[in-house]
């Protein structure tokens, strides 16, 4: 019997019978469509997350400065280095109370102060639903003026726009708002904070710390040189924290995934061999009389452990194109739902069907072999 | 051709069932042997001895010369496709092939080409009268028209042995008929016919007729 023979009873008779087919299929679909659609959904959200941290930690230098300086000089200096796009003096620490100023006035205590030169806006890239950040001009002047994070201004109710005069409370002095920031991606404290201009006459209540934003990959080389740079003669009184390597913590993540991933591949591996085997068994006791005739035809033990192995192997094979099909559409649903770019290495996708194929052949070595071994008169008589 | 020597088929449980008993029989090759008897008489046990279906549990089956217990499973395969040719009271045809296909199912174990294989089970079953339903899926057919298939499939090998086993068991007498006719037709031709019945008349279409009760032949098992 040639091989092209043994195939084609294969097919055939797994084209005679597409309900059982399916049936014995479905748990080889439901696994490799977890496996590609855990792998697929794990990549992209690694690739996102290793995107956003990359970029974020590519580009930025943050320090501190101890002792007496003069904010607004040190922030000039900063920006005006090689690689800097913007540059920020700023403070956090301590908790104060605020309230709008109208009839029915509502207070918030505890709500973190951030004291933050100009260039903060751009060094720490916010995003403000309304209005402006302050500058030099309102440090110097010393006007009462604050940015409120998002969180603060929805929980007092500011809900106005740029020119209105929105008007806070804030140790007891009122202040206009003039700008909410909406995202702070760089700095989530600030959506629950409320920041004032940094003191221009230097009279900082905390440890002071800049951040400096840099063109992409260039945040190592200027921390390398920016130590001399916010007070001059005084390098003691800098502290630059080195960006951390972003391989190592992008590298964590991958390990994970990839353990989680094995673990789906295990469960799908044993889902796909157990679903298969059990259906090829019943199918086989099913199809006894049928084998007795193809014995007592003249098929040897090969040809029937051959075809019930084909059998189950192309099943398999069919289960795992159908799977990758589903495990694609998983993915890109779910990276729609989230706003990811869906990424799928194609690799994953090919795995599918070599996988099917191999889980449909371990399944159906045992009911192929089993089946090979009956008497003919006996398979003949079943019923 | 076909030599048996104080065949004996066991079947192991509680108790045991001695389903063939310390059989003789001799067939000589173009000879249409009927085999009668009572249920459980071992008519079918035999039978199935004969076409390599089963293996005695003692005795002796010299086929042409051959004792067949020395011989492997791939080379007990291969003469079941050579030499014999079976048919079944219970039709035993793939439910879910056209009739062709089921015609074909024993050349493909022959190792006949593709191409080959069709024309083959086309020209078997036009022989036995089914010409207009070579691609007809079995279940719409009759009982006689299964049964012709199935006998279409037993020519379609140029097997030398015929073993039926009440081929018209299941058949009317017009039906029944007919599918004789055409066994009566491949003996002419000088293939060996082996069949069971339980019909007397039938039994005398052959050369001969072995009488079976118990397990043994008591009449008729000489050449």
């Known amino acids: 019997m040639r091989l092209s023979d043994l195939t084609s009873e294969a097919l055939l008779s797994l084209s005679t019978r597409p309900w059982r087919t399916a049936t014995t299929a479905m748990g080889t679909v439901l696994g490799v469509a977890a496996l590609v659609g855990i792998v697929g959904l794990a990549s992209t959200a690694q690739r996102q997350v290793s995107d956003e941290f990359d970029l974020l930690q590519a580009t930025e230098v943050l320090g501190s400065i101890f002792g007496d300086f003069e904010a607004y000089e040190a922030e000039e200096r900063l920006g005006s280095q090689p690689g800097v796009l913007a540059a920020a003096v700023f403070e956090t620490g301590g908790l104060t109370t605020i309230g709008t100023v109208s009839a029915d006035s509502t207070a918030l205590d505890d709500v973190n102060v951030v004291r933050a030169t100009g260039g903060f806006h751009e060094a720490r890239e916010l995003s403000l639903r309304w209005g402006r950040w302050f500058d030099a001009g309102h440090a110097f002047r010393k006007d009462r003026v604050v940015v409120l994070g998002a969180s603060v201004a929805d929980s007092l109710g500011v809900i106005g726009v740029a020119g209105q005069g929105n008007m806070i409370w804030l140790d007891g002095v009122a202040h206009t708002v003039i700008g909410v920031v909406e995202r702070s991606p760089r700095m989530p404290l600030l959506i629950n904070s409320v920041a004032v201009p940094y003191p221009a006459d230097g009279s900082s209540v905390g440890q002071s710390s800049f951040v400096v934003l840099t063109d992409l990959g260039d945040a190592p080389g200027v921390s390398e040189a920016i130590g001399y740079v916010p007070v001059p003669g005084k390098p003691d009184s800098v502290s630059v924290v080195r960006p951390p390597e972003p391989g190592r913590f992008v590298e964590a993540i991958r390990t994970d995934i990839q353990r989680l991933v094995l673990g789906a591949a295990g469960v799908a591996l044993i889902a796909g061999v157990l679903g298969i085997a059990t259906v090829t068994s019943v199918s086989v006791v099913e199809r006894t009389p049928e084998m007795g005739l193809r014995l007592a035809l003249g098929a040897k033990r090969r040809h029937i452990t051959g075809q019930v192995a084909l059998e189950a192997a192309l099943t398999g094979m069919w289960g795992g194109f159908l799977g990758s099909a589903v495990g694609v559409a998983i993915v890109v649903a779910g990276a729609a739902i989230n706003d990811w770019r869906p990424f799928l290495p194609p690799q994953v996708v090919a795995a599918g069907p070599i996988i099917g194929l191999a889980i449909g052949g371990v399944a159906g070595i045992i009911p192929a072999y089993r089946t090979s071994r009956i008497q003919p008169d006996r398979a003949l008589r079943t019923e | ?223």
């Open chain 2, 1 to 223: 051709m076909i030599e048996l020597r104080h065949l004996r088929r066991i079947y192991p449980g509680r108790p045991e069932v001695v389903a063939l008993d310390s059989a003789d029989l001799m067939i000589s090759e173009g000879e249409w042997v009927s085999i009668v008897g009572p249920s459980g008489a071992g008519k079918s046990t035999l039978l199935n001895l004969i076409g390599l279906l089963d293996s005695p549990s003692s005795g002796s089956y010299l086929l042409e010369g051959v004792d067949v217990a020395t011989l492997g499973h791939n080379r007990r395969a291969e003469l079941r496709s050579e030499m014999f040719g079976f048919v079944f009271q219970a039709f035993h045809l793939v439910g879910s092939r056209t009739v062709v296909e089921n015609v074909e199912l024993g050349l493909v174990y022959a190792g006949v080409s593709r191409r080959d294989r069709r024309a083959r089970a086309v020209e078997a079953t036009a022989s036995v009268g089914l010409a207009e339903r070579v691609d007809a899926r079995t279940p719409t057919l009759s009982g006689g028209e299964k049964q012709r298939v199935a006998l279409a499939r037993a020519l379609a090998t140029n097997a030398r042995v015929l073993l039926c086993d009440e081929p018209t068991g299941n058949l009317d007498s017009e039906t029944g008929a007919k599918v004789l006719a055409q066994v009566s037709k491949a003996h002419h031709r000088g293939m060996t016919v082996i069949m069971i019945t339980h019909n007397h008349e039938v039994a005398r279409l052959g050369d001969r007729i072995v009488h079976m009760r118990s397990g043994r032949i008591v009449e008729g098992g000489g050449s």
